[in-house]
């Protein structure tokens, strides 16, 4: 009995430097991962990445025609050979992603917020030639949910 009072007192000593610190949940009732949910219009490039991202975002954010504010997002993605065979046959290729985000008032010009992120995802290419298009749209595909992720992310550290 004296063992679990005891990890009920460490548990209690542990959680008072957070409470010092002004701590407070992301995903709480009026935390910061609730004040974008809803109030924001997403502008994003007409390709199937930027679709993608769009739909990320929107899952994450909520879907809006109009919101308090616009995230316009450019995307550049590029893709390097990772694996060279004896017979200079490229066998993996690395996915590189970058997005350029700004959130505006709409109708103003003036950022409320911007960022950049990056990350990277990669593919197989060496089964059939249709089996390497489809590990390279998939591959695309988690590229454009992760930016995405990232930056909800970052939106959410810059919220109010």
């Known amino acids: 009995m004296w063992s679990s009072d005891r ?3 460490l548990a209690g000593l542990a959680a008072l430097p957070l409470a010092a610190c002004g701590f407070t949940p992301v995903y709480a009732p009026d935390g910061p991962g609730t004040a974008m949910r809803g109030r924001v219009a997403y502008r994003a490039p007409d390709t199937p990445e930027g679709f993608r991202l769009r739909a990320q975002l929107e899952n994450r954010l909520g879907r ?3 919101g308090d504010y616009l995230l316009t997002v450019r995307l550049d ?9 004896s017979a200079q046959d490229v066998n993996r290729y690395n996915v590189l992603g970058r997005a350029d ?3 505006t008032r709409p109708g ?3 950022p409320v917020a911007r960022g ?3 990350t990277f995802t ?4 060496s089964g059939t030639t249709v089996a390497t298009r489809q590990a390279q749209g998939a591959a695309r595909d988690r590229l454009a949910i992760a930016l ?13």
Not at 148 to 160: M, N, R, S
């Open 116 to 118: 950049s992120v990056d």
């Open 7 to 9: 990890r009920t007192l």
């Open 148 to 160: 995405a992720d990232l930056i909800v992310t970052e939106l959410i550290l810059a919220a109010p």
């Open 122 to 125: 990669a593919y197989s290419a």
């Open 101 to 103: 985000w700004t959130l």
């Open 64 to 66: 809006v025609e109009q």
């Open 77 to 85: 993605i590029t893709e390097d050979a990772l694996a060279i065979s």
């Open 108 to 110: 103003g010009d003036t």
